[in-house]
């Protein structure tokens, strides 16, 4: 998975991602577990959650070919 960053909070362009689940609850009051990418700061720590769901989604429709116009 490729993310650009550069912290925010000390400036350093190295992290690392890892995958957490966490519980959510579903409208219809129905518990779900929800997968998330936390990419952390190598240097302080700082850490950004991502949904997986979005992530993912987005990396399909760039690396999704594009469709001939039909003759």
């Given at each position: 998975m490729k993310l650009d960053f550069r912290c925010p909070k000390?400036?350093?362009?190295?992290?690392?991602?890892?995958?957490?689940?966490?519980?959510?609850k579903d409208t219809k009051l129905k518990l779900e577990f929800g997968t998330y990418y936390l990419?952390?700061?190598?240097?302080?720590?700082?850490?950004?959650m991502y949904s997986a769901k979005v992530v993912n989604k987005d990396?399909?429709?760039?690396d999704a070919p594009t469709p001939k116009p039909v003759p």
């Open positions: 000390c400036g350093s362009a190295d992290f690392f991602v890892k995958t957490a689940v966490f519980p959510e990419k952390i700061c190598a240097d302080c720590g700082y850490t950004e990396l399909k429709e760039k």
